[in-house]
Structures are given as C-alpha cells and as structure tokens.
C-alpha cells in the first residue's frame, strides 16, 4: 500500500510530527513497507487460533482485602524534608 505525502503530513500532524521534504520521502517508504507488512499478516488464516489476552504466562496473584490501621497525619510528615503546616511543599513545576 503505498502512502502519499498528503497522507504522511496529515499524520505527522496527528502526531505532533515535524520533519523535513527528504525525512517526510523516507518516513512514506516506511509507513508503506509496514502496512504491506500487516496486509500479509491479514492473509493468514487464524480461525483456529486462540485470541490473546497477554503476552505473559505471569498470572496475577490475589490477596484478601484487609482493614488495618492507617498512618496518621503528623506520621506522614515526619520525614518531610519541607513542609508547610499540614502539607508537604515541593518545587514548583509550572510557570
């Protein structure tokens, strides 16, 4: 399937993309050898074969909720390296 550059700069857009005319040429050769890749993959039968919900063979392993007791206020703050009455103060991250 191959990819135009209307199509390569609208999802350079989507994706908050820049590049350049010669990176843009690469980035449609790409795009197309993949989607001709997954057009191969949609040409195998896998009606016999059982969907995945993981990759991992891990299973979760659960536990009982418990009630126990919970650390109070002036706990938490103990080890504040700054805080201000109730709170913790931490660096502003916004202008």
Same mark, same amino acid.
Request: no cysteine; aromatic share 4%.
């Given at each position: 399937?191959?990819?135009? @550059?209307? %199509?390569? $700069? $609208? ?7 820049? !590049?350049?005319? %010669? %990176?843009?040429? $690469?980035? %449609?050769?790409?795009? +197309? ?6 057009? @191969? ?15 991992? +063979? ?10 126990? +007791? ?17 709170? !913790? ?7």
């Amino acid at each position: 399937m191959k990819i135009d @550059q209307n %199509s390569i $700069k $609208k999802i350079a857009h989507l994706a908050r993309l820049e !590049f350049d005319e %010669s %990176s843009a040429e $690469k980035m %449609s050769k790409d795009m +197309s050898q993949i989607l001709d890749w997954v057009e @191969q993959l949609n040409e195998l039968d896998t009606k016999d074969v059982e969907p995945l919900t993981t990759m991992s +063979s891990e299973t979760n392993v659960m536990r009982e909720d418990k009630m126990t +007791s919970h650390l109070d206020h002036e706990a938490g703050l103990k080890n504040a390296p700054k805080r201000d009455e109730d709170y !913790f103060r931490v660096p502003k991250v916004l202008e």
